[in-house]
């Protein structure tokens, strides 16, 4: 158990390794994360099994989400990290004459405190600390303590790699993570619910830290299935998603809403995919994941007893083996309870609308709290794009579900409370880097157009000219 004076003294001799100046070799940063590389290769097998144990993910499952996601986003930023971390060059502009040369230096912040959460316990905590490090950081990881197999693998990893002073993971609870947030970091990277991210960047506040926050759908994301769309395909998607993860994941699909023309059918479909995907016995399938504590299986169990009159698959779970069934309640008002929080569980509401009201149901979507995704099915690909560009979430797609964070080259983020910064790739170097501006002056030909007197001959016209 960790106390306050020894997490200082981390921070401490962390700061002190970085004010060394050996993160700032970029060839020394590739090295560094080439080793991380190996040693997730290295531990494939006990990454895999602390997943089972802690959150039942079958391997494969536990290789395409966490681990091999890893490994991606490790290659692209090994590849990328020399030509993300070349120095800008640019032209002052003949106001500044002569001194035409100005730099931007991509410079790391200092000491890095990433706080990841459960339910992607390796990506989130080592995928981030590749940003961190590409970056030419120092890093502390504090690892959930709800996930406490994948931290012990996660903590041994770290520590048969790097020394404690360039990165060091740290166990425990909300205590622990409080005493962190009470040192002076440089910048905080915090992956959780909107909740918390409020206290994050509340004690960010005291020390002025940047923060970059990746939070849930405070209100739910949204999918939107209109009457047009290819239903079976959409129903495919979303029952995938649903199950992955038991549905505990930031950016699933926290309710679906379905033009009524096409609700029934829709149902059937979704119906169909769920029992075709993971059986229609998934609480007996070992394959199917389960939720995280007893706490969350609670959870999970007394929202879907309030519904029960209305639910048409599902309803019910293995409290033993914390797994509990996909869950589709139908139908389900836009302005009902339960689709108005995020859900982080197997339940799924199907919400109905009439197609021809699509404006309005955006509109409500609209006035509640940003998602962090959104998913639109429709063959109308001219509206989904011109919907996309006007609503305002952290990232989506198109007739499909949540490959967006997964292709490289682009930002994986939030807005408002579904977060804030992004990262993945250059944009997470870009997230773990202050870009500084450094102008190269020049002690020939200058003009004293910007110095006193100002009322002196032609001055006043020079600068109007070059400043237009």
Known sequence: MYNKEEIEKIVDAQREFFLRGETLDVNWRIQQLKKLKKAVIDNEKELEKALADDLG???????????GSLILELNETIRGLKRWARPETHFSGLHCFPSIVTKVYKMPYGVSLIISPFNFPVLLSLGVLAASLAGGNTAVIKTSSKSVHCTEV???IVADTFSPEYVTVIDGGHDVADMCLQQRFDKIFYTGSPKV????LEEAAKNLTSTALELGGETGNWAIVRKDADLKDAARKIAF????????????V????????????????????????IGEKPTTNPEYPRLINEGAYKKCSDTADRYRDRIVLGGYGDEKTLRYAPTVIFPVDKDEEVVQRELFCPLLPVVTYKDAEIDGLLDTISRREKGLSLYLFTRDIKWAKKTMQRMQFGGGCINEVCLHMMVKGVPFNGVGHSGMGAYHGKWGFMEFTHPQTVLIGSNKFNLSM????????????F??????
């Open 450 to 461: 910007r110095e006193h007197p100002y009322n002196a001959g032609l001055k006043g016209k």
């Open 197 to 200: 991210g409020v206290h994050v």
């Open 254 to 277: 926290n309710q679906v809403a379905v033009a009524e023309e096409v609700s029934e059918e829709f149902v059937k479909e979704l119906k169909n995919a769920f029992n075709t995907q």
């Open 241 to 252: 998603f649903k199950i992955l993860n038991s549905g505990q994941i930031c950016i699933n």
């Open 57 to 67: 993910r079958a391997p494969l499952e536990a290789y395409f989400c966490d681990i």
């Open 463 to 468: 600068i109007r000219l070059f400043e237009k």
């Open 154 to 156: 996660v903590k041994r």
